[in-house]
């Protein structure tokens, strides 16, 4: 075992040596220049990655290169039989993110997820409703980060159906490959090429690939032996548990900082570790935990919560809990509504729902290369990085309870 020791720390000061040899190149900002990032927010599903990929689908799209895009998503996410006769790409059409369809009734529907969460059968009233308009030859692309599948609970009564009907799509892999594609078709037409590029780096940012390629390609060559390999593969195990680590902390850190400011958080609620040991070792995560804390009683055995959850993103809102299940708030609750929605605008508006955001400082826990949640490996900086989130959610809730208390 020490000979094990060893080795790992011998493979560790290699790689140390391969990152201080690029290390100007990764931190140079050459590439910091974005058109994208400088319009949008990176991660803005709907007025920049749909609108984008939108006009890049679509045939008579301003790019002038009619189908061709079209056809090699098409082809990168295995879908061969789609006739690309009189096709027609939409965008939000009946809340459908793209919806592509053509004149032999067959309609592609393209529902991108960045780190929103899935809507009550969602996936279901998409489908429903292109049935209704005559479509009989209906596919679902399900696109995400890293290629997650739809929910049960947004696939609805298509569940039984899912392999069929749903195709995943990765921006990581997929529709990197997509890019390098259209690159390549757009060689001369050089801002066309341009933009392409643009996208596809802000792609890499996104999904945690936004290195030098000598320097991953260096390392893999000192990875191609099989000695090195184990030991990678010891040191990936360690990761995961390191990543568990890091998150647990968080949670108990933010629990306590919340409690010092008088908040009762419900034991039932509260993160352990076997929750987050399942985000990272289940095959469908267990991305359903967090911290409630409850706020008032209101109306018939209801409770109106604070709640801090994590998917991929930590994000944290109002919502209303009835026999122990929770429901977010809508227009039927009156003055709730109103004094969220006018108090917090910047707060995220789903389907059928809102009242829910992103903090200040993102962590992001299901990205292994998120540098926040590097970060908190640090005692002192997850220290700081908790009791800002602790301030921020205290302020938010102070003003809320300020302007509650004075409608009652």
Known sequence: ???????????????????????????????????FSILRNDSDEVNLHSRFIYEILNPAGVHHKEGIFLELFLETVGISDFAMEDVIVK??????????????????????????????????????TMQQEGFEDIKIIYLTLHGDEPSSQSMGTLENN???????????????????????????????????????????KLTGQYHI????????DLLMDEKNIRLATDISQALTEVQIEIQYQFWKELESCL???????????????????????????NKGYGI??????????????????????????????????SYNIDSKYGNLFNIINEIYSN???????????????????????????????????????????????????ISFKKEYNAQL
């Open 259 to 285: 409690e010092n400011k008088n908040y009762h958080i419900q034991n039932e609620s509260k993160v352990s570790r076997k929750h987050v040991e399942s985000y990272y070792t289940k095959s469908k995560m």
């Open 213 to 220: 390629k000598g320097y991953i390609m260096e390392i893999k």
């Open 292 to 325: 409630n804390i409850n706020l008032s009683d209101i109306y018939n055995n209801e409770k109106l919560l604070f709640q801090i959850l994590v998917h991929n993103n930590v994000y944290y809102g109002f919502f209303v809990e009835k026999n122990g299940k």
């Open 1 to 35: 075992m020490s000979d094990n020791m060893e080795e790992l720390k011998k493979l560790l000061e290699e790689v140390r040596l391969i990152h201080f040899k690029y290390e100007k190149i990764l931190k140079s900002d050459e590439n910091d220049f974005n058109i």
């Open 347 to 397: 707060f995220q508006i789903s389907e059928g729902s809102f009242c829910w955001r992103y903090p200040t400082r993102k962590f992001e826990f299901n990205n292994v290369n998120d540098e926040n949640v590097f970060a908190l490996a640090d005692d002192s900086t997850r220290e700081k990085y908790v009791m800002a989130l602790a301030d921020e959610i205290d302020n938010i809730i």
């Open 91 to 128: 965008r939000e059409y009946k809340k459908i993110d793209i919806c592509i369809t053509n004149k032999n009734r067959q309609a592609i529907i393209i529902e991108n997820k960045i780190y929103a969460e899935d809507q009550d059968k969602q996936i279901q009233r998409y489908y429903e």
């Open 162 to 204: 899912k392999d069929e009907l749903i195709s995943t799509m990765s921006y990581r892999n997929d529709v990197d490959n997509w890019l390098n594609k259209c690159i390549k078709d757009a060689a001369t037409f050089p801002t066309l090429r341009e933009t392409f590029v643009q996208y596809r780096t802000l792609i890499q």
